[in-house]
T-cell receptor, first 112, second 116 residues
Framework: GQSLEQPSEVTAVEGAIVQINCTYQ??????LSWYQQHDGGAPTFLSY????GLEETGRFSSFLSRSDSYGYLLLQELQMKDSASYFC?????????????FGRGTQLTVWP | DSGVTQTPKHLITATGQRVTLRCSPR?????VYWYQQSLDQGLQFLIQ???????AKGNILERFSAQQFPDLHSELNLSSLELGDSALYFC???????????????FGPGTRLTVL
C-alpha cells in the first residue's frame, strides 16, 4: 500500500518561512499533492508535483525528489490565515488511480 | 466554494440507527469519492464511483454502502451505527475516472456525524 509521513505540528511567526516535509512509500508513484484544511473545513488543493523540482504558486511552493521519495511544502511570508492543517497525498495505482492516500496532516500554527 | 454540495451539514443519531449522506458533485464531474475523517484515523478513502459505476473501494465497512445515481449525485448509507462511526464524512469530485492531470479533487463541506 501507500504510506506517507509528515510532522504532526509546526509553529512559526507571521512573516516567517516554514517548510513541511513529507516522505512516502508507495508501490508505483504518480505524483505528490498538497491540501490545506482549516479547522472544520474542507480540504482544498494547493499543489501537485509529478516531476522532480520546485513548483511555485504565489507564497506557496512545493518540491519533489522522487529518488528520495520526499517532498515538501514551503510557505513564505506567513500570515495568520495560514494556520491550518496541511496534508500530503498520493494517488493509488492501477484501477484505484483516482483515489488519494493522505498523510496524517501537519497542524501549522502561525503566531503574531 | 468548491461547487460540491453535501447534506446534511450535521447529523446526530443513536447507535444502531441508519443514516444517509448526500453529495452533489461539481457540474460536469463524473467521479465521486467518499472519505471519512476522524481524529485517530485521519482522512481515509472509502469508495469511488465513476459515472454510476463503482470504481474503487477502500477501507469501507460492510455496514456502509454507497451509490451514484444517473444525475451523478451520490449517497453514502451508514447502518447499524456505532460510536466509532462518529466522524466527518467528505465527498469529493473530479472530472475523470482518475483525477485530473494535477490530481486535484474538489471537496464538499462535509457532514459531521455524531453517534450517541
Amino acid at each position: 500500500g501507500q504510506s506517507l509521513e509528515q510532522p504532526s505540528e509546526v509553529t512559526a511567526v507571521e512573516g516567517a518561512i516554514v517548510q513541511i516535509n513529507c516522505t512516502y512509500q508507495t508501490s508505483g508513484f504518480y505524483g505528490l499533492s498538497w491540501y490545506q484544511q482549516h479547522d472544520g473545513g474542507a480540504p482544498t488543493f494547493l499543489s501537485y508535483n509529478a516531476l522532480d523540482g520546485l513548483e511555485e504558486t504565489g507564497r506557496f511552493s512545493s518540491f519533489l525528489s522522487r529518488s528520495d521519495s520526499y517532498g515538501y511544502l514551503l510557505l513564505q511570508e506567513l500570515q495568520m490565515k495560514d494556520s491550518a492543517s496541511y496534508f500530503c497525498a498520493v494517488p493509488g495505482r492501477g484501477s484505484t488511480l483516482g483515489r488519494l492516500y493522505f498523510g496524517r496532516g501537519t497542524q501549522l500554527t502561525v503566531w503574531p | 466554494d468548491s461547487g460540491v454540495t453535501q447534506t446534511p451539514k450535521h447529523l446526530i443519531t443513536a447507535t444502531g440507527q441508519r443514516v444517509t449522506l448526500r453529495c452533489s458533485p461539481r457540474s460536469g464531474d463524473l467521479s465521486v469519492y467518499w472519505y471519512q475523517q476522524s481524529l485517530d484515523q485521519g482522512l481515509q478513502f472509502l469508495i469511488q464511483y465513476y459515472n454510476g459505476e463503482e470504481r474503487a473501494k477502500g477501507n469501507i465497512l460492510e455496514r456502509f454502502s454507497a451509490q451514484q445515481f444517473p444525475d451523478l449525485h451520490s449517497e453514502l448509507n451508514l447502518s447499524s451505527l456505532e460510536l466509532g462511526d462518529s466522524a466527518l464524512y467528505f465527498c469529493a469530485s473530479s472530472s475523470g475516472g482518475r483525477s485530473s492531470v494535477n490530481n486535484e479533487q474538489f471537496f464538499g463541506p462535509g457532514t459531521r456525524l455524531t453517534v450517541l
